[in-house]
């Protein structure tokens, strides 16, 4: 961590504190934070400089773009805490800026729903990267019925109506209206009274505090904007004792994905994705790869397990 009087002196500057106030909450790249503030590229990108050099930000590559994030000696230093909290308050830039901010993420959030909104009716024939009967028979086969379930990023719902057939309860959660509304009409022809769709988004999961034995991300977390923060709603909603599985791709280079399945993320390294379960608070954590595509571009799928103590 740099010395006090120096972040003091990053701190000066009203648009890195602007932009470390943006970097709360969520990630962002270069251009977004240009569309929130009004500002050219290479300001910016100077003053992300100062803000890496000071430790206060880190950068993430994915794919063309770098993702910038508060550092997490930011979150753990109560000083730097109380002086953003203060400078939010007294900043009078900042509910234009918080504004942006929350278009800027809707933007975000329209292009993966639209894409989503699409495909209601056809997961089930269309190939979509890394969903293959033998990954998810992989985890199904770790479960231990009876169990409350929430399938997290649900879909339209194979996987949830799956689950249902044994589960005591299934929470099938999605952020594409049509698809809740497809996944209803599915679990009422079939009888699945057991299984309740709810229109929500993984990052701020609709369901209470501890109160579901399993919860499963299948194919979801690449379509998160922040991952690590899907992962510890994941462990809000989980009562102790329970469990998280999350099956995702292994970080590929398939730029592609970007714009045919309207990925944010293409897939994750493995160690950094149990270090996010670890990080998240669960513990046991367990990885594999169970699933590798023979066509190109040779999709891995990747199973991730831990519990809640």
């Known amino acids: 961590m740099a010395s006090i009087l120096k972040i003091l002196k990053v701190l000066g500057d009203a648009t890195r504190v602007r932009i470390l106030l943006l970097l709360e909450s969520h990630s962002l790249t270069v251009a977004e934070m240009q569309e929130i503030l009004g500002m050219g590229q ?86 979509v990267p890394g969903r293959s009967w033998k990954s998810l028979c992989e985890a199904m086969l770790k479960l231990l019925p009876p169990m409350v379930i929430a399938d997290l990023g649900a879909g339209e719902g194979t996987l949830s109506q799956l689950l249902a057939q044994r589960a005591v309860h299934v929470y ?93 993320w293409l897939g994750f390294p493995e160690v950094e994705l149990c270090q996010w379960l670890e990080q998240a608070g669960f513990k046991s954590v367990e990885s594999s790869i169970v699933d590798r595509s023979e066509e190109p571009p040779h999709f891995q799928t990747l199973l991730a397990m831990a519990s809640k103590a």
């Open 42 to 127: 290479s300001r910016i990108s100077t003053q992300l400089a100062q803000l890496k050099q000071a430790r206060l930000v880190d950068d993430r590559r994915s794919g063309k773009n770098n993702f910038y994030t508060l550092h997490s000696n930011v979150e753990s230093n109560t000083t730097i805490r109380q002086l953003l909290d203060a400078a939010r308050d007294e900043l009078e830039e900042w509910p234009k800026d918080e504004a942006a901010l929350r278009f800027v993420l809707e933007k975000r959030r329209d292009k993966i729903r639209a894409h989503f909104d699409d495909l209601a009716g056809r997961f089930g024939r269309d190939f």
């Open 172 to 264: 099938a959660i999605d952020n594409s209206e049509k698809m809740v509304a497809y996944g209803k009409q599915i679990a009422e022809e079939n009888g699945l009274e057991n299984l309740e769709y709810r229109l929500g988004d993984i990052e701020q999961i609709p369901i209470e505090d501890a109160c579901v034995d399993l919860a499963v991300l299948s194919q979801a977390l690449h379509h998160a904007e922040n991952p690590e923060r899907a992962i510890r709603e994941a462990f809000r909603i989980v009562r102790p004792g329970g469990r998280i599985v999350i099956l995702d791709l292994v970080q590929h280079n398939f730029e592609e994905a970007r714009e045919l399945y309207a990925d944010t």
